[in-house]
């Protein structure tokens, strides 16, 4: 599978849409540096991703990406607000971004997210699948990443949850200013954002990769 | 450090495997403390049997054969030697005392030991400290006995009370001398050495035990014994003290050398150095068990840290995923490694100290072992430093085989 180009702006909002095993979860594994392409370019603002060692492509993921996947995003035996913090602890940059406080940021989000008191402290395994995932969104937000990666993050969701969640990230992602780029084969999220793409459109042989 | 944090967290999450892991760990240290407990406990207790004391005396054997029936009371003499050739040599100006000891009886299995007054006035042990009467006085007459703490607790007697002593050291009598009781008049305190475990008599005493009586004395045989003259013929060892340690060697020689019949003597710490030499065998052997053992809790928590790596990689995707780099994973997992094996180690280290503390009556009644309760040494300091190290060391297999899964799984796993 090859990308001629596909970029997102700093705030945009791109779906990228298409049946299962049409390569989705592989495009974003590339995005995040998580798979190394042998050919063609994953810029991230200005590094290439492609050409970073180990070692700096999980530093810039660390301090530009947040990523969220279908289910199961929360470390079990932290609390939600530990899970929030995770991201600041693994990246000075979001460290510092995210305030003096990250405790205090996190609850913050967790707050704008709907989610109050104690639940945000207890353990993250008690939660409900809806609140799991916005506590994956709040975690994939806080210090202010430039580029959220979603996969699906509202499969195991029912409609209302979803919808709920859209909103939530959302607005969360235009308030830090950070691009959202979603794979989903649900196509009735796609009215919600800017550029919508099927990948076996813009999938040929050949040419390069970009996300801005 | 926030990995450790979060290595506690995980552990904690995983409270039931960790404890596990953590008792056996705990076990094999409070095994390995405890060897060297005993280890030091046991040479303490050999050295501090015997006090001031220069010399030891005895019919010709083996100087470690001849401390360990003379002090210790291990084994018996193969001799014994003349009575005359002890007052020869107690009347030699570089003596200043000289304890005369005579073995071969018992009393329902704890040893006999005819001495004389100078026992109590000269016999030093544990840097010096002598025997002190717990209560009564020492033996004046034929018939008199001092029971070491053990006996009289032991067989719960009290001053006043006849006992009757065997000859011979079975424990049932061979031939008791039932027509011979001995009155207890002096009960001396615990000194931590076999002095604990014997029943003291005059030198005169055990000649009576020994004497065949006229069938028409039989009647009133402590009359009739009282009457005989029952200064020894021959005793068993001497504990020997100089004016000046000086003179040690050359009275050895002398002793060693002398021409009336053959004597053996040794000086203390000479015999202890071979005896020693005779425990180390036993002590590395019981050493290399405990190292063994230890080992194997440590293996056996990097086996546990390894079989549940591959329930652990959603964890581990989702910690990559938000920046944590492969070497943050494997980090993590060492540190749950040394987590396991500082908590193991200290349990276990309260543990042997419980277990002294628990354990030191009885063995102190049963083995006449004295175990010190010194906090951790050096020695053993350094030992735990070295579990802790070996646990370092088998923690970098979970670590590296961490590494090499989040290496290959990256953040999607379940894909």
């Given at each position: 599978m090859a990308i001629p180009s596909l970029n997102v702006e700093r705030g945009g909002k791109l779906f990228i849409s298409g049946p299962s095993g049409s390569g989705k979860t592989t495009l974003l594994n590339l995005a995040a540096g998580l798979i190394v392409s042998k050919s063609g370019r994953i810029m991230i603002g200005d590094r290439d991703m492609a050409k970073l060692s180990g070692g700096a492509r999980d530093r810039l993921r660390a301090d530009a990406i947040g990523l969220i996947f279908q289910q199961l995003n929360l470390i079990p035996y932290l609390s939600?607000?530990?899970?929030?913090?995770?991201?600041?602890?693994?990246?000075?940059?979001?460290?510092?971004?995210?305030?003096?406080?990250?405790?205090?940021?996190?609850?913050?989000?967790?707050?704008?997210?709907?989610?109050?008191?104690?639940?945000?402290?207890?353990?993250?395994?008690?939660?409900?699948?809806?609140?799991?995932?916005?506590?994956?969104?709040?975690?994939?937000?806080?210090?202010?990443?430039?580029?959220?990666?979603?996969?699906?993050?509202?499969?195991?969701?029912?409609?209302?949850?979803?919808?709920?969640?859209?909103?939530?990230?959302?607005?969360?992602?235009?308030?830090?200013?950070?691009?959202?780029?979603?794979?989903?084969?649900?196509?009735?999220?796609?009215?919600?954002?800017?550029t919508m793409v099927q990948l076996q459109d813009i999938a040929t042989f050949g040419g390069h990769h970009d996300a801005d | 450090m926030m990995l450790i944090d979060l290595a506690a967290r995980s552990l904690w999450n995983r409270r039931g495997l960790a404890l596990v892991t953590i008792l056996s760990i705990a076990l094999s240290v409070v095994l390995l403390l405890g060897v060297e407990k005993v280890r030091e406990g046991t040479r303490a207790s050999f050295a501090g049997t015997v006090s001031g004391v220069d010399l030891i005396m005895g019919a010709r054997s083996g100087g470690l054969q001849l401390m360990l029936y003379s002090v210790f009371r291990i084994g018996d003499a193969p001799n014994n030697f003349r009575w005359n050739t002890y007052l020869e040599f107690a009347d030699r100006p570089e003596v200043e005392w000289m304890i005369p000891i005579s073995l071969g009886d018992s009393h329902r299995g704890y040893r006999v030991v005819g001495t004389d007054g100078n026992f109590f006035e000269h016999f030093q042990y544990r840097d010096g400290r002598g025997v002190v009467f717990a209560s009564g006085v020492p033996f004046q007459g034929l018939f008199d006995v001092v029971l070491g703490a053990n006996v009289a607790s032991q067989l719960s007697y009290r001053l006043g009370d006849t006992i009757l002593i065997n000859h011979g050291l079975g424990t049932e009598a061979l031939a008791e001398h039932a027509e011979r009781p001995f009155v207890v008049t002096g009960i001396l305190e615990p000194t931590g050495t076999p002095v604990d475990r014997s029943v003291h008599v005059s030198l005169e005493a055990i000649e009576a035990l020994h004497v065949d009586l006229a069938p028409e004395a039989a009647a009133s045989p402590s009359a009739a014994l009282t009457a005989m003259d029952l200064t020894p013929t021959t005793i068993t060892a001497a504990l020997v003290g100089l004016r000046t340690p000086l003179d040690t060697f050359a009275l050895q020689r002398e002793i060693n050398q002398y021409a009336g019949e053959p004597l053996s003597a040794v000086l203390p710490g000479f015999g202890l150095l071979e005896l020693w030499s005779i425990l180390e065998i036993a002590e590395s052997a019981l050493r290399i068990v405990s190292a063994i053992i230890v080992a194997v809790s440590i293996v056996g928590m990097a086996t546990i840290l390894v079989s549940i790596l591959s329930q652990r990689r959603r964890e581990m995707a989702i910690l990559r995923s938000v920046g944590a780099t492969p070497l943050h994973i494997s980090l993590l997992l060492l540190f749950e490694s040394v987590l396991l094996a500082a908590l193991g180690t200290a349990v276990g280290v309260a543990g042997a100290f419980a277990v002294l503390v628990l354990a030191r009556p009885y063995i102190e009644r049963t083995y006449g072992l004295y175990l010190a309760f010194g906090g951790v040494g050096w020695w053993e300091a350094f030992l735990l430093l070295l579990v802790l190290t070996a646990a370092l060391i088998a923690g970098l297999i979970p670590a590296w085989r961490a590494y090499r899964q989040s290496v290959a799984d990256g953040v999607s796993p379940i894909d």
């Open positions: 939600p607000v530990q899970n929030v913090c995770l991201s600041t602890r693994f990246s000075r940059a979001r460290h510092a971004r995210a305030g003096t406080d990250p405790v205090k940021k996190a609850r913050e989000l967790l707050g704008a997210m709907g989610m109050h008191g104690t639940v945000v402290e207890g353990r993250a395994a008690e939660l409900s699948i809806g609140q799991q995932q916005r506590v994956a969104a709040a975690r994939a937000l806080i210090g202010q990443p430039t580029l959220i990666l979603a996969d699906e993050p509202t499969s195991a969701l029912d409609g209302l949850s979803r919808d709920q969640f859209m909103t939530l990230l959302f607005s969360q992602a235009e308030e830090c200013g950070a691009a959202v780029v979603m794979v989903s084969h649900d196509l009735g999220l796609a009215a919600n954002f800017d | -």
